[in-house]
């Protein structure tokens, strides 16, 4: 059902602002005469062709690229961007239109009609990228065109969810006349009709952004342009923070820096750190393909071991919450439905699951890690989750690491018998939480069939517009997920935002999956 390999924006995320001397909380926003936003992040996007993108780069996409809706300051629900209305036309959630805004144009001046939107959704779609948002589309069936201003989406069953699914990054409209129908872009540089233009690109260095003189839509831009820098190293990008190299830093900052931010000290002068609750979610994933992450007596004897507790305090240093299901606390649904089945950790349990299913020898596991998509901490949680196992005596665990770019490969070829992922949600639902993961094509890039969930539990969801009332079918889904053991919930993230008197607007930047609105941020007049 879904192929995505969108990474986890670390909720343990800080939007840091540097002090600019002589400027006042009280002064007036400015949008430009000091220069451009610099914004720090550890998040580099994996590729510009919105058709190969279900991760990370929409972080830049949302701010280039634009959708039929999105989500303004403050909203958990989409709202007409290019589109100037979109709504259900039928009672049974499966005819979905919208009406675009008069004249839109991308950033080289093309226009932006109904006939563009259509060619985007079905250049993903037929492309079909291993990396890519498609399985987003699975309730999809057709798109039409009426004129040059409206578009219908015919779904083959009913979905209240697909007008979140036309909000994300993923369905980035694109000009047909730069982006190839049946393959992926090749030219480097956007085309684009959001609120920036990409003025220029340094691969896995920085992106500059300038103002779309052509932008029609929701955002109002309090800037006029931002530049976006990628670091490797939390270290290097703090360092770059307390030099004033950057304004912001966006993502992937460590637990140990942001116990730093917050401790009064000179370096930390006037600048606040908020926190705020976060849905980002961080997790483990068996791959079937291995004969031992196969066994479901091995994948339950972790799930009894793994201290989460110990993982949050040890590791991150509170900046995160132990968490005891996929979707995490603050959704409709949430339970705690692997704490409920498998309590404290136990060696003692571990044990007996294990020679229940008569396994007696030491279980030898590999885990992977990605060393430069989730913060500099990762390497250390997955260090303690090894220390952890190897400590029960009934694991041997041997850690092997890569860069993201190549970590996707590898776990979309099934490669990695173990391995982390990192979860943030495309929209605010639980549904979010779950289908990802299952059916045949997922996230995992491997399939997991989980009938019951895919067949019943989702389909039935999906028909009710109050989302209130899908609470029973998500508990159920989750007690599914529990008793399969593929996946181990670790941790939910929380949201930082640190400010100084110089920039304002981190604190409204994020929208509901966490991706910077850019336009929101702006420097501050002194008196």
Known sequence: ???????????????????????????????????????????????????????????LFRNIYQTLLSYPNGATSPQPDAAKSCTFTDATSRTYKCELREGLKFSNGDPLDAKAVKYSIDRIRTINAATGPNGLLGSLDSVETKGAAEVLFRLKEADATFPFVLATPGMSIVDPDDYPAKGLRKEDGIVGSGPYRLQSYDEGKQSVLARNDNYQGLAERKNDAVTIRYFQDSGEMVKALRGHDIDITYQGLAADDIVALDTKSAANENLQLIEGAGSNINYLVFNPKDPWSDKLAVRRAVAQVVDRAAIAHEVYKDTVEPLYSMVPSGLTGHTTSYF?????????????????????????????????????????????????????GLF???????????????????????????????????????????????????????????????????QESDRANVVQDFEDAQQVLVEDARLLPLWQGKQYLASS???????????????MMMWELSRKTSW
């Open 1 to 59: 059902m879904f192929n995505r390999n969108r990474s986890l924006q670390q909720m343990a995320a800080i939007v840091s602002i540097s002090l600019v001397a002589g400027c006042s909380l009280l002064g007036e926003e400015s949008s430009d005469d000091a220069g451009p936003i610099v914004v720090g992040t550890t998040s580099a996007p994996s590729t510009l062709d919105p058709a190969a993108a279900w991760d990370g780069s929409w972080e």
């Open 340 to 392: 409920d089945s498998f309590g404290e950790p136990s060696k003692a349990k571990a044990r007996e699951i294990l020679n229940k299913a008569g396994i007696t020898e030491t279980v030898p596991l590999t885990l992977w890690y990605t060393t430069d998509r989730y913060g500099s901490d990762t390497a250390l949680e997955f260090k303690e989750i090894k220390r952890q196992l190897d400590a029960s």
């Open 396 to 462: 041997s665990v041997t850690l092997k690491s890569r860069p993201w770019n190549t970590y996707v490969v590898g776990y979309q070829k099934g490669e990695y018998p173990v391995f982390g992922r990192g979860w943030a949600p495309d929209f605010p639902d639980p549904d979010n939480f779950v289908a990802p993961f299952v059916g045949d094509q997922n996230a995992l890039g491997t399939p997991y069939p989980a009938k019951e969930i895919t067949q019943v539990l989702l389909p039935r969801s999906r």
């Open 501 to 515: 008197e110089d920039v304002s607007g981190g604190e409204r930047s994020l929208d509901p999956s966490t991706i």
